[in-house]
């Protein structure tokens, strides 16, 4: 049995080398990334992946010498799928570009007007999710929640999934755009132009006229630039005269590292992450107004500190480093966490590398823990269950961010 799995693995070997195509390098390389740097939980055999899917690029190719990258994708895609680690991925050049792209803070390859979207079911339109501050949608007067109904005039595709192509389309001509939009009960029409815009997205603050603080972190994507304005906003916050804070972590997909660090110490003091991989092991966090990655003092910040009342709302895809960010204020200041149970990726750190032919790898490659040694849980359970309402949102009511305020108001975000 050895004798006959030797011989396999020599011939896919012998098959590899005989391609010797841009797509066999590139699935080569994919693999040698993983097996040399992967730390995360899962225990699947790297190298018999590997052999698994050999076959089916040598199918896809039909041994040709030429065979592109493209052809390699759908089998690397596959392959990392049944690792079964959902902070692993790989991405194309061009999702990769836009990527680094928005860690650096720059700008998109194309004209777009600076807003996030998803499709309600039974309601016609889009519901806007995410406004980027500074953008051509914040500064035509956009908000989160408002629905696009019509764009110069026309109404969205039946078919939900044509829908933000539709949009994409007309906007990425560069040529201005008439919207007419839903908030709440209002009906407005708005006029703006796509822009090749930044692909930063900073957290705000509104203080609603109830005195409570609302701090939208859309994002923890930005070295140097999320978590030092999470403390800027704390500080607005306690000088507008806010008594009360709700942290709004709904969509985030997470971020670097350090931001999750520095930005949670607005709220805990001191924070700390252990990271273990089987090629490192590192100790991060945020101390005395200092973000510090082992001995080294990386960049330092403005301290604030919110000693009063906080909640924090997540959903299922409130990810990674948001999820650290969440664990935090639960565990450290025993703030109310209202929502939906989180991704699930909240115990381990990656790695973004480059690949040779310009696209991506994101690997897991080590596993966190905290200042005493335990693992952290794999998401955040919320303290109080609630999901959120689409069709209840796109009327105007954030019943989920009702719920929070209630709470806050009630018992001090004290847990139940």
């Known amino acids: 049995m050895l004798k006959r799995s030797g011989l396999f ?42 052999q698994k899917y050999q076959p089916d690029l040598d199918k896809a190719c039909a041994q040709d010498a030429a065979c592109p990258t493209s052809k390699a994708v759908p089998v690397i895609q596959s392959l990392i799928a049944e690792l079964g680690d959902r902070h692993t991925r790989y991405f194309t050049p061009s999702d990769f570009a836009e990527f680094q792209a928005r860690l650096r803070g720059g700008s998109s390859n194309r004209p777009q007007i600076g807003v996030q979207l998803q499709t309600v079911p039974d309601l016609e339109g889009l519901l806007i999710t995410e406004v980027t501050q500074g953008s051509p949608a914040d500064l035509a007067g956009l908000q989160r929640w408002d629905r696009i109904l019509r764009i110069n005039g026309e109404p969205f595709p039946a078919n939900e999934e044509e829908r933000v192509p539709f949009l994409r389309e007309r906007v990425g001509s560069g040529t201005p755009v008439r919207l007419e939009v839903q908030r709440g009960t209002q009906k407005l029409e708005v006029s703006l132009q796509g822009q090749l815009i930044s692909l930063l997205q900073l957290p705000y603050l509104k203080v609603r006229p109830d005195g409570v603080a609302v701090l939208r ?106 999820e650290y ?49 335990t693992p952290y849980p794999e998401r955040v359970t919320p303290d109080v269950l609630l999901a959120d309402d689409f069709k209840a949102l796109a009327e105007g009511r954030d019943l989920v961010l009702e719920r929070a305020v209630e709470l806050l108001s009630a018992s001090g975000a004290q847990k139940p």
Not at 345 to 356: D, I, M, R
Request: with cysteine; charged share 20%; aromatic share 8%.
């Open 9 to 50: 693995s020599l011939a896919l070997v012998l098959s590899s080398l005989a391609l010797a195509s841009p797509a066999q390098d590139l699935y080569n390389e994919v693999n040698r990334v993983l097996q040399q740097r992967y730390g995360g939980f899962s225990q699947v055999n790297l190298e018999a992946l590997q």
């Open 217 to 322: 972190i859309p994002s923890f994507t930005g070295y140097n630039q999320i978590g030092p304005r999470i403390h800027e906003l704390v500080r607005e916050a306690q000088a507008k005269g806010a008594k009360e804070m709700v942290v709004d972590l709904r969509g985030d997909g997470g971020g670097l590292l350090s931001e999750c660090l520095v930005g949670a110490g607005a709220f805990v003091g001191d924070t700390f992450r252990q990271l273990k991989g089987p090629q490192y092991q590192s100790e991060e966090g945020y101390r005395n107004g200092a973000y510090f990655n082992g001995a080294f003092r990386n960049y330092r910040v403005n301290p604030a500190r919110w000693d009063g009342p906080v909640s924090v709302l997540v959903d299922a895809k409130t990810a990674s480093c948001a």
């Open 325 to 373: 960010f969440a664990f935090d204020l639960q565990e450290r200041r025993g703030a109310l966490v209202i929502g939906q149970p989180t991704a699930g990726v909240g115990n381990t750190a990656t790695q973004v590398l480059p690949l040779s032919d310009g696209s991506g790898i994101q690997v897991t490659t080590a596993q966190a823990r905290r200042a005493d040694g």
